[in-house]
């Protein structure tokens, strides 16, 4: 069943094409990570599926809904995370979640004893009377998520959520991400952590310039795109051209970054061998997201 | 075009919940500038000023200064308070991704500002009867009145509020419209006292009904005069809410 479904969605600022035609459909249960660079269209497109942006034309259905005439009922099971930091600041932490718990409507005493819960869950409890701004940047971010919890959301739309975590924050947010998809959470989130989209997600959708360019889960777009493994050569400068035309007398898949090369649908060691001298070193790895991601949405330098 | 819903209450108790968390900061200066004007108007000025329209200086200011301090009370509201929080603390952004919309926020902001009005407007209303100004129990219509007032100066604020790119651009509106407003609306000095034009033009400020609603029910002397006065205010108030509730949709829902 689809939780999150787009229909030629796209978003437009004046000229600028932000999202640019994407039909995505979020299957009930799953964790789906977008990734892209830097202007994307990510946030331009979690915006629209929150009600927060009317998208420039397309459609979409969210738990069900078509979220154009029934946004407030969509809105009631959504639990959202945004990028940019939006504590009330002028109320102090706990309070924070019990406003927010009101905007859905919770009783009073109920709401006090979920943000008591929801707080320690976040291990801010001793930060219970602090006001926002005498909280860390971490800290806030996990009241944030925390925040976006309070309503026991359906879906969760998760904008760069660990971003600024340190190591044990962050593993703790993967936990209680894991913890909410066992109990039927269907999560959405995007993500310039790789590791973070390998580990958590079950599918993962590369964005660029407002388009879905490959969407799988991260082993099968590792596969895909670049194989399981992966070599790196450097070469000297001189020998450059030299072997890049052996490369490609080869039929090798293969992707020049300055002085390094890397090689990818690598199998076997062989081809390597006829190389010979010309090679500084030679590094053999696994292919990673962080790969296939490099090479669909360019490096800031490719020859 | 589409309305508020009755979920405007959280953002109203939001925003309660503020105030009276701040109230150190907050309620000393709703109650200490109204007396200070008054005491300075009514009995420092007054005693050069003497009688009008057959009243002492202080009672015929008092009306005025309840209606004055009505808007000023919504307007700062609505236009700093409303600016912080949609523009430099995002608090909207965060709301609209609940059940509320954006609707619901805007209402539950001028509602606010008004009841920002009623709460001065009650206050110096008692210090007035505390000090025998009062004179007819048609005065507790005041409140009404200042709650109305509210909403009006409240939704002329927020829709400017929508409308502006910086805080600074607020300093205008008080130079250049509340301010004059204060000034030309009938509170210090009747209104046939101004030149002829001056006093055409200030019934287009809207505060110029206001002042005489309160002066007429202060002293208990209702005529259907106050009929239009009271159907121009909630005219104003009716276009100035619904104006506002598509400028901040148009300004927030991008
Ligand atoms: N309100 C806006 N007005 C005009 N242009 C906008 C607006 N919001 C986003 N854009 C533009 O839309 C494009 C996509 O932005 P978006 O915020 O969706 O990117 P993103 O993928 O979330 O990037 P990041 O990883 O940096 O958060 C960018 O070119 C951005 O400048
Ligand atoms: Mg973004």
Redesign the pocket.
């Known amino acids: 069943m689809s939780i999150i479904k787009t229909n030629n969605l796209t978003?437009k600022?004046?000229e600028?094409v932000?999202?640019d035609d994407v039909n995505l459909e979020v299957i009930s249960g799953e964790c789906f990570g977008l990734l892209?660079?830097?202007?994307?269209?990510?946030?331009?497109?979690?915006?629209m599926i929150v009600a927060a942006s009317p998208p420039t034309s397309g459609d979409i259905w969210v738990l069900g809904h078509n979220l154009r005439t029934d946004s407030r009922q969509v809105k009631a099971n959504l639990g959202v995370v945004p990028?940019l930091d939006n504590l009330d600041e002028d109320l102090t932490v706990i309070q924070n979640l019990v406003t927010f718990a009101r905007y859905f409507d919770l009783p009073k005493e109920e709401a006090k004893q979920r943000s008591r819960e929801i707080l320690s869950l976040f291990e801010l409890e001793n930060k219970h009377d602090s006001r926002i701004n005498e909280l860390s940047g971490g800290m806030k971010r996990r009241l944030l998520i925390a925040r976006g919890m309070i309503n026991q959301p359906r879906l969760l739309i998760l904008?760069?959520p660990t971003i600024g975590l340190d190591p044990q924050a962050k593993h703790l947010v993967w936990r209680k991400l894991a913890e909410l998809k066992s109990q039927g959470v269907t999560q959405l989130l995007?993500t310039?952590n790789m590791e973070e989209a390998a580990d958590i997600c079950d599918r993962v959708a590369i964005?660029n310039l407002?388009k879905i360019l490959s969407l799988d889960t991260p082993q099968k777009l590792v596969i895909r795109h670049v194989g399981k493994t992966v070599y790196v050569i450097e070469v000297t400068s001189e020998e450059k051209n030299n072997v890049k035309e052996k490369l490609k007398n080869l039929g090798l898949d293969f992707e020049v970054v300055d002085n390094r090369i890397h090689l990818f649908h690598i199998d076997s060691d062989v081809v390597i061998k006829d190389l010979g001298t010309s090679l500084i070193s030679l590094q053999r790895r696994p292919g990673t997201l962080e790969d296939v991601f490099l090479r669909l949405t360019g490096r800031t330098l490719i020859e | 075009m589409k309305s508020f819903s009755w979920r405007f209450i959280r953002v109203w108790q939001r925003n309660r919940d503020v105030f009276f968390r701040l109230w150190r900061s907050e309620i000393p200066v709703m109650v200490a500038e109204p007396i200070i004007i008054l005491l300075a108007m009514g009995l420092g000025l007054g005693t050069y000023v003497g009688v009008v329209n057959g009243q002492s200086y202080i009672e015929f200011v008092t009306p005025g200064v309840i209606a004055g301090y009505a808007m000023f009370s919504a307007s700062f509201e609505c236009t700093y308070g409303t600016f912080i929080r949609m523009e430099h603390q995002r608090t909207y952004d965060a709301i609209i991704v609940t059940p509320l919309n954006i609707e619901d926020v805007t209402a539950g902001e001028i509602f606010w500002g008004a009841t920002r009005s009623l709460l001065t407007g009650s206050f110096i209303l008692a210090v007035a009867a505390a000090f025998q100004l009062v004179h007819s129990p048609w005065a507790l219509l005041i409140l009404p009145v200042s709650f109305l007032t509210g909403i009006m100066f409240a939704a002329i604020a927020v829709l400017y509020s929508s409308l502006v790119p910086s805080i600074y651009s607020f300093n205008y509106y008080f130079s250049l419209f509340i301010t004059p407003v204060f000034f030309f609306s009938g509170v210090f000095f009747p209104l046939s006292s101004f030149p002829e034009i001056i006093q055409k033009l200030s019934w287009i400020a809207p505060l110029t009904p206001v002042v005489q609603l309160n002066r007429a029910l202060i002293s208990g002397t209702l005529t259907t005069d106050l009929l239009p006065a009271l159907a121009y205010i909630t005219g104003l108030a009716f276009v100035f809410f619904a104006i506002s509730l598509r400028t901040m949709r148009r300004r927030l829902i991008?």
């Not at chain 1, 892209?36 to 990510?42: L, S, T």
């Open positions: 978003k600022f004046r600028l932000a999202v892209g660079p830097n202007g994307a269209g990510k946030t331009s497109l979690l915006r990028q904008d760069e995007c310039h964005m407002g | 991008v």
